[in-house]
Nanobody, 122 residues
Framework: QVQLVESGGGLVQAGGSLRLSCATS????????MAWFRQAPGKEREFVAA???????YYADSVKGRFTISRDNAKNTVYLQVNSLMPEDSFVYYC????????????????WGQGTQVAVSS
């Protein structure tokens, strides 16, 4: 079992930055692929970024160059640095984990956090 708890969301002006954190706990969480997804009310959850246990990263085209995913296995934490925020980045951001390789598909992830809200004002 892996537990995930996100934090770091908030209200920010366009052009600003935030660092989202996902604290992980549970057996073998350090070996899992970790990912961030985001979701707007009434919309499907969409892939943002993923990082494998090796450190290999993957990004959605819409966030490449602005968002950076990283992990600190010693602290059991995954981060999402979000820069140059735009109003269209306003979502609930979710952390997810799976025991095998990276995927952009929501159903492929076994564990989910409760989400953290990001709101970007224009």
């Amino acid at each position: 079992q892996v537990q995930l708890v996100e934090s770091g969301g908030g209200l920010v002006q366009a052009g600003g930055s935030l660092r989202l954190s996902c604290a992980t706990s549970g057996r073998t969480s350090g070996s899992y692929t970790m990912a961030w997804f985001r979701q707007a009310p009434g919309k499907e959850r969409e892939f943002v970024a993923a990082i494998r246990s090796s450190g290999t990263t993957y990004y959605a085209d819409s966030v490449k160059g602005r968002f950076t995913i990283s992990r600190d296995n010693a602290k059991n934490t995954v981060y999402l640095q979000v820069n140059s925020l735009m109003p269209e980045d306003s979502f609930v951001y979710y952390c997810a984990a799976r025991s095998t390789g990276a995927s952009v598909r929501t159903p492929d992830y076994t564990y989910w956090g409760q989400g953290t809200q990001v709101a970007v004002s224009s």
